[in-house]
């Protein structure tokens, strides 16, 4: 399994994002399929994930603000980001994990930059 993430950059505070994560292979509809970031200095975090049957939880600083969705027919995981604060600024990380057997698997890490 590969993951490949795009969509990040340099915005002002107040505007908005979509980070986008596509896969390989023909198992990303039975995935939960998640959004970390890592700001400098940080550890990595949990922002939001999905489940294979569309259960959603996020963080409680982006909750409001930013959206989860998945499209199973492309392989691709959205993270529609609105409202952006200086704080939200970090390398947004996706990730596919198996609930059952636990295997996980990592993309490469798009930055996101908010200035104020």
């Not at 993430?5 to 505007?15: E, F, M, P, T």
């Not at 890592?38 to 049957?53: E, F, H, N, Y």
Request: hydrophobic letters at 35%.
């Amino acid at each position: 399994v590969q993951l490949q993430a795009s969509g990040g950059g340099l915005v002002q505070a107040g505007g908005s994002l979509r980070l986008s994560c596509a896969a390989s292979g023909r198992t990303f509809a039975r995935a939960a399929m998640r959004w970390f970031r890592q700001a400098p200095g940080k550890q990595r975090d949990l922002v939001a994930s999905i489940t294979s049957g569309g259960s959603i939880n996020y963080a409680d600083s982006v909750k409001g603000r930013f959206t989860i969705s998945r499209d199973d027919a492309k392989n691709t995981v959205y993270l529609q980001m609105n409202s952006l604060k200086p704080e939200d600024t970090a390398v947004y990380y996706c990730n596919l994990h198996f609930l059952i057997t636990g295997l996980t698997y990592w993309g490469q890490g798009t930055l996101v930059t908010v200035s104020s």
